[in-house]
């Protein structure tokens, strides 16, 4: 795990295992279901780091021969928040890391001015959550920042927030920044830049389109 000097709250995740997927799934000539598949398991991989500081303690349990003070996750519960449509790619690897996990949904697209137009909250009990949400692009950072609004309006601290993407613009991390420097933002990359279209270059194009087999 690797950071930016400019930006504080980003955190890259440099694994080997993640910069290889990672590569595939920019692959123009990749299929949808590859494509499918691969957001599966850089979600996992991703998820795997982004919970390494969950705090721990333990629990008293027998095993087949002996009473020990087993070590377990403590205090707060999960909760994965996909950003949709994309983010719901996102949600089936989480899953498997935490199947006890809550979910719950942010509907968000982008209208011609590149903000965010929201129409669908649907969350789970906020009391005492960690909530990880995820969108595979931080591109304007528009939408990464409606998104933690909804959560900080319903009285969630940005402590309790991470936030999960594949790849970002420098330009969005900034947005994102600017307005939530109190969230941890973690990708797989910091790409190059943002172009006219307000597309992430090199990116991986658009990942609803990839992830469904949808064109724009």
């Not at 990116?203 to 064109?215: H, I, P, S, V």
Request: net charge negative; hydrophobic share 45%; with cysteine.
């Amino acid at each position: 795990m690797t950071q930016d000097s400019r930006f504080p709250n980003l955190f890259i995740l440099d694994h080997p295992l993640i910069q290889h997927k990672l590569s595939h799934m920019r692959d123009r000539d990749t299929s949808t279901r590859t494509f499918r598949e691969l957001l599966r398991e850089i979600t996992l991989l991703m998820g795997y780091e982004i919970t390494r500081n969950l705090p721990m303690t333990t629990r008293r349990l027998t095993t087949p021969l002996v009473e020990i003070d087993a070590p377990v996750i403590a205090g707060k519960k999960l909760a994965i928040v996909p950003v949709l449509r994309a983010g719901i790619g996102m949600s089936d690897g989480l899953l498997e890391l935490v199947p006890s996990a809550r979910v719950g949904h942010i509907g968000v697209y982008r209208a011609e001015d590149h903000r965010p137009v929201e129409y669908l909250v649907r969350l789970p009990d906020l009391e005492d959550r960690v909530f990880i949400l995820c969108d595979p692009m931080v591109a304007t950072g528009y939408s990464a920042v409606h998104a933690v609004d909804v959560l900080k309006r319903r009285n969630v601290a940005g402590e309790n927030i991470l936030f999960l993407a594949l790849v970002a613009a420098p330009e969005g991390v900034q947005v994102f920044q600017d307005a939530h420097p109190d969230v941890k933002l973690y990708v797989a990359s910091l790409d190059s830049h943002l172009n006219e279209h307000a597309y992430i270059v090199p990116g991986l194009g658009d990942a609803g389109d990839r992830l469904f087999g949808t064109k724009n």
